[in-house]
């Protein structure tokens, strides 16, 4: 692999005009169907060095056999791994894996080494803004082009790999839209050997571009920053379990141990590529795995954990995928709750039925917490503004506590 954010508020954000990049698919087709999109980057900054090819941000979309356009669908947002792109799954033959799922399934781009956030950059953040390009582009786009089923329940997110970490740190981000978070062999817990995985990162990221990083980093991370501080916890899916807590998670992992399948690879010549494969999942999918599934289960996730035999290779992903779709996306999930919790840095989202806008960058992980009509919100070294689905714009100080009106404001 290193080679080789309800509903409406969101389809909102984009404007009609965009949808122009591609032509309307017909009304129904014989079999599942491969579409290439274009998705410009209008609300994040997204350069064309962090992109693996030319053009603009693009995405695959896989319709259902028999697609109908004026039948709405479930949807699966696919996320690659390091050093792909939307094409990541067309390109690993991992696409048939998914022609029997009856639901839209959108793989976007996410850079070769995205890592699917908003990059710190010595403080300035947001360029490359994967994270704002993937809630505030991608779904929005999405949900204005194709017919999505409106509930929860047929929202799913999941990813290979880098996409497992963006899957669980993305679903999140959007708790009341997505219902169901999956990483397959993900990268859940980018801090766990502390200094030493986020410098690496970084030296991985930077061979999937020109010239530096940053050209004014004082971090050895421009990711997510200093490896032991708030940027960085604010983005670990395991120090943010809690915000899954309505959900749905699948998480999965190889030990490491070779199988049957892997060696197959070795005998096939590929010894070099095996020893890589098996070090990457024992030595760091695996343990990050484990403290995802205990942050997880600790913070009282419907968690359902599955560990097999094999690396970090195609064989395993392909067993992975199989098994994640046997387990079932779509199934029911909470719809209303009236209380739960939320730990962000992000400077804008939506929660549920509110949404928050921070007067500047939080400058510390803020915890979001809803029980009934009464939302808190910790220091966040700035004001904010709350949103409620009424349309009340509640400014406060943090940390501070509002209550949330019921019906429509003014």
């Given at each position: 692999m290193r080679r080789s954010l309800v509903l409406l508020v969101i389809a909102a954000l984009w404007c009609a005009g965009s949808a122009a990049a591609e032509p309307r698919p017909h009304a129904a087709v014989a079999g599942p169907r491969l579409v290439t999109i274009t998705i410009p980057a209008r609300h994040a900054s997204i350069p064309p060095k962090w992109l693996g090819h030319a053009g603009p941000p693009m995405a695959d979309v896989l319709l259902p056999a028999g697609y109908d356009?004026?039948?709405?669908?479930?949807?699966?947002?696919?996320?690659?791994?390091?050093?792909?792109?939307?094409?990541?799954?067309?390109?690993?033959?991992?696409?048939p894996d998914l022609y029997g799922l009856n639901a839209i399934v959108v793989m976007p781009d996410g850079g070769p080494a995205g890592w699917y956030a908003d990059?710190?950059?010595?403080?300035?953040?947001?360029?490359?803004?994967?994270?704002?390009?993937?809630?505030?582009?991608?779904?929005?786009?999405?949900?204005?082009r194709y017919p999505i089923l409106p509930q929860r329940r047929y929202h799913a997110i999941a990813g290979i790999s880098m996409g497992g970490l963006g899957a669980g740190y993305l679903g999140g981000r959007l708790p009341g839209f997505f219902g169901t978070v999956a990483s397959l062999s993900g990268f859940v817990d980018p801090q766990l050997l502390g200094t030493a995985v986020q410098p690496a990162m970084a030296a991985v990221t930077n061979g999937f571009v020109p010239g530096p990083l940053s050209r004014r980093d004082h971090d050895p991370v421009p990711i997510y920053g200093p490896p032991s501080g708030f940027y960085?916890?604010?983005?670990?899916?395991?120090?943010?379990?809690?915000?899954?807590?309505?959900?749905?998670?699948?998480?999965?992992?190889?030990t490491g141990i070779p199988n049957v399948a892997s060696v197959g690879v070795v005998v096939a010549g590929f010894a070099e590529e095996i020893a890589d494969a098996t070090w990457e999942?024992?030595?760091?999918?695996?343990?990050?795995?484990?403290?995802?599934?205990?942050?997880?289960?600790?913070?009282?996730?419907n968690v359902t954990y599955q560990v097999h035999s094999?690396?970090?290779?195609?064989?395993?992903?392909?067993?992975?995928?199989?098994?994640?779709?046997?387990?079932?996306?779509?199934?029911?999930?909470?719809?209303?709750?009236?209380?739960?919790?939320?730990?962000?840095?992000?400077?804008?989202?939506?929660?549920?039925?509110?949404?928050?806008?921070?007067?500047?960058?939080?400058?510390?992980?803020?915890?979001l917490r809803r029980s009934g009509t009464e939302l808190s919100i910790s220091a966040a070294g700035t004001p904010v503004t709350i949103t409620t689905a009424g349309g009340c714009a509640i400014r406060t100080a943090t940390p501070g506590t509002i209550r949330i009106p019921s019906g429509r404001c003014g």
């Open positions: 356009a004026h039948k709405r669908y479930p949807l699966l947002f696919l996320l690659h791994g390091l050093g792909g792109s939307y094409q990541f799954y067309v390109q690993q033959g991992l696409l990059w710190w950059n010595d403080g300035e953040r947001g360029t490359p803004g994967w994270e704002t390009y993937e809630l505030d582009d991608v779904l929005p786009a999405v949900l204005a960085a916890d604010g983005h670990n899916p395991s120090q943010l379990a809690v915000n899954l807590r309505q959900s749905r998670v699948y998480v999965t992992t190889g999942e024992a030595g760091l999918i695996y343990p990050m795995s484990e403290r995802y599934y205990n942050a997880l289960n600790a913070a009282g996730v094999g690396g970090h290779d195609l064989p395993s992903f392909h067993k992975e995928l199989q098994a994640l779709l046997s387990w079932g996306l779509f199934k029911p999930v909470p719809t209303r709750p009236s209380s739960w919790t939320n730990k962000t840095v992000a400077t804008s989202g939506h929660l549920w039925d509110v949404a928050y806008r921070f007067a500047s960058p939080p400058t510390a992980v803020v915890q």
